[in-house]
């Protein structure tokens, strides 16, 4: 929606945003695009098997291009250096916010306004000196004089130069020695593929548009609660990005739909909206070489409505080059799930106004894929329940120092168990699972440590949907044994299963 980023990566930018490919499901980036205008490759992506990470917190991630100085090719540093001395000398003219129309009618009135200056001070002069000659204090010549170099001066003086100008809280002017500001002109630069002056002038225009829309301001602004349900922010990826969840079905609401979309003015607040929503990431990232500086965009297409909403195309095109312009370089990936088909129809019509960088970073994911998709890049227990993650709303029971989420993988046709230990008396053993696309028969038991105690069923057997969500279940124990977790595949596919627990004090409870 860098909607790119909501870049063109938000909300309606990213129901817009396609591939060239109309009907080809993109998993993983093909391409990237060389910042000295050579095309690189990124090789495929190995068989299905070898892509399944052994450990779910190891899974293998995008890369990402450095904004450390060392790693930039020297033609992408030269540029950099170039962007800096235009970007010095424009603070310094007090020419930042010049546009270019204003530029050439000042540079046109200049000239006979000098001709006529120097036609009056001649005329000024002559009486004077002929006064001089004829007086011998000349002293109305002296103080003409003294008047005119007082003039002079005043008009020699510099203007006040703003040097706290300030892009995402982020110092623009160079010599001041901010490491985040080369970042930031990177990303300007990246985006017009290292063309300085259009990467110039795309600074120049964002500034400009940040000054006349009030944009810093949106953040402090109110919007109706209800959209809040179509865009938040919830989580990090497995590199930190902060990742913000677009959910286009709450638009199915006949009454949310108007509210959002059915005025122009609607249609101008709900931008705003998306300004702000974009505005709450950037506080969320880390603008200094080697840290954040980018988020994850997630898409849910299910149940949205379609192209022929009028109202919603509007916007799309308005989100599509106000954010892609304004907000360069600021979403890593944008991610596509539950895609309809009209998405692939509609991608020829919006393909043509992305640029190939922004296309670059779409991942597509067909509904029966959604869950797989997404693990790849965040790990379960940031991945949202709905999602098939093991985040749930404020939930305190797990938490970062509980250890990470376990993987096992069921070959088709067989059965494996997963025994938690339970040892304490009186405590209370409590866990998540899940198993990607179900189809297996799935039972929980405890079992005592004590052969000559009798095995306690938890959950019967039963054999589980494809849209089963995850599960979380707890038992407390009257003596030491372990639960017994069994899961019997029997379908023609090999099933992935994640899964987590924590034993807890019942006092805890």
């Known amino acids: 929606m860098t909607v790119e980023p909501v870049a063109a990566t938000q909300m309606a930018t990213d129901v817009a945003a396609p591939q060239d490919e109309a009907k080809k499901v993109v998993e993983e980036t093909k391409e990237v695009i060389d910042q000295c205008g050579e095309e690189a ?23 990402e291009e450095s904004y450390f100085l060392s790693d930039l090719k020297e033609c992408e540093r030269k540029a950099l250096n170039e962007l800096r001395s235009k970007l010095e000398d424009a603070i310094l003219g007090n020419a930042l916010f010049e546009k270019p129309e204003e530029k050439k009618k000042s540079k046109k009135e200049e000239a006979p306004c000098d ?7 001649e005329a000024e002069k002559a009486p004077c000196d002929e006064e001089a000659e004829k007086e011998e204090g000349g002293g109305d010549c002296e103080e003409a004089k003294q008047e005119e170099e007082k003039n002079e001066e005043e008009e020699g003086k510099c203007v006040e130069v703003d040097g706290e100008i300030a892009l995402w809280g982020v110092p623009l002017l160079p010599s001041k020695g901010a490491e985040e500001t080369n970042v930031v002109l990177l990303k300007f630069l990246r985006a017009r593929e290292f063309k300085v002056n259009d990467a110039f002038e795309m600074l120049k225009k ?5 000054k006349e829309s009030g944009a810093d301001a949106a953040l402090g602004e109110e919007f109706d609660p209800e959209l809040s349900s ?21 638009f199915r609401n006949e009454g949310l739909y108007r509210k959002a979309f059915g005025t122009e003015e609607n249609r101008d607040r709900f931008l705003r909206w998306r300004v702000q929503l974009m505005e709450q990431g950037i506080k969320k990232l880390d603008l200094k070489p080697g840290g954040v ?8 297409l299910k149940n949205s409505p379609g192209p022929t909403k009028k109202d919603l195309r509007i916007t799309t095109q308005r989100a599509i080059d106000l954010l892609q312009d304004n907000y360069p370089e600021l979403v890593a990936r944008n991610i596509f799930i539950h895609v309809p088909f009209w ?25 029966g894929k959604v869950t797989k998709t997404l693990l790849k890049y965040i790990p ?7 999602y098939g993650g093991f985040k749930r709303e404020k939930d305190f029971e797990f938490s970062s120092e509980d250890g990470s989420v376990s993987e096992l993988t069921v070959k088709a046709g067989s059965t494996e168990t997963i025994e938690l230990p339970i040892e304490e008396t009186g405590n209370t053993l409590l866990w998540d699972l899940t198993v990607m696309g179900w189809e297996v028969s799935y039972k929980e038991e405890f079992v005592p440590s004590d052969e000559g105690s009798y095995t306690v069923i938890v959950r019967k057997g039963k054999k589980m949907a494809p849209n ?16 017994v977790l069994t899961i019997e595949n029997v379908s023609t596919k090999k099933k992935r299963v994640l899964y987590r627990y924590k034993n807890k004090k019942c006092s805890s409870f």
Request: net charge neutral; glycine share 4%.
């Open 41 to 63: 490759k990124v090789p495929e992506d190995e068989a299905e098997a070898a892509a399944e990470p052994k450990a779910v917190e190891k899974s293998s991630s995008y890369r």
């Open 343 to 367: 998405y692939y129809a509609l991608n020829a019509l919006v393909s043509p106004f992305l640029t190939q960088r922004t296309k670059s970073k779409f991942v597509v994911a067909r509904p």
């Open 206 to 210: 964002t500034l400009r548009w940040r």
């Open 230 to 250: 179509a865009a938040y922010w919830d989580g990090t990826d497995r590199d930190g990005h902060p990742v913000c969840y677009n959910v286009y079905g709450v």
């Open 468 to 483: 089963q969500g995850p599960i979380r279940n707890t038992f407390r124990n009257n003596e030491p044994g372990k639960v």
């Open 380 to 386: 379960a227990a940031e991945l949202p329940v709905q």
């Open 293 to 300: 500086s980018s988020m994850l965009q997630i898409n849910d």
């Open 115 to 121: 001709e006529n200056a120097e036609k009056e001070k």
